[in-house]
């Protein structure tokens, strides 16, 4: 019988600085993005948005740490971290919040539902 291939890769995605992408990405794994995303993101792992990290788009994901600038929706289904340098400036729906100190976020927020991961992000064409 045959198996279906699913790489047991443990590292991260990774967009580094200085990298700027305009499209959609989309992974089973976590991704880390130093660089410029103009897309949505939906990922059935964790995404980290670096201090020099800038995402133009929706974020779907399970987990999420941001230390740089969102401007779209983020959806996580568990918890999103938003750290003292992050900015993030769409609304969010998220389970399980933390705020740090000196981070800057504008929209709104809806929690301690779950969010959406299991399907794509409603803004993702393919």
Do not use: H, Q, W
């Not at 890769?9 to 995303?37: A, C, F, H, V, Y």
Request: aromatic content about 2%; glycine content about 14%; some cysteine.
């Amino acid at each position: 019988m045959a198996k279906s291939y699913e790489p047991e890769n443990k590292l991260p995605n990774m967009i580094g600085s200085g990298t700027k992408i305009s499209g959609n990405i989309e992974t089973n794994g976590d991704i880390r993005i130093d660089g410029e995303i103009e897309g949505n993101i939906l990922s059935k792992g964790k995404v980290v948005v670096g201090p020099n990290g800038m995402v133009k788009g929706e974020i779907n994901c399970a987990n999420s740490e941001v230390s740089g600038k969102i401007e779209g929706k983020v959806l996580v289904s568990e918890l999103l971290s938003l750290k003292a340098s992050s900015n993030v400036f769409g609304d969010i729906n998220t389970a399980k919040l933390t705020i740090e100190p000196g981070a800057v976020f504008t929209g709104k927020c809806d929690m301690g539902g779950k969010g959406s991961v299991s399907k794509p992000a409603e803004n993702i064409k393919k």
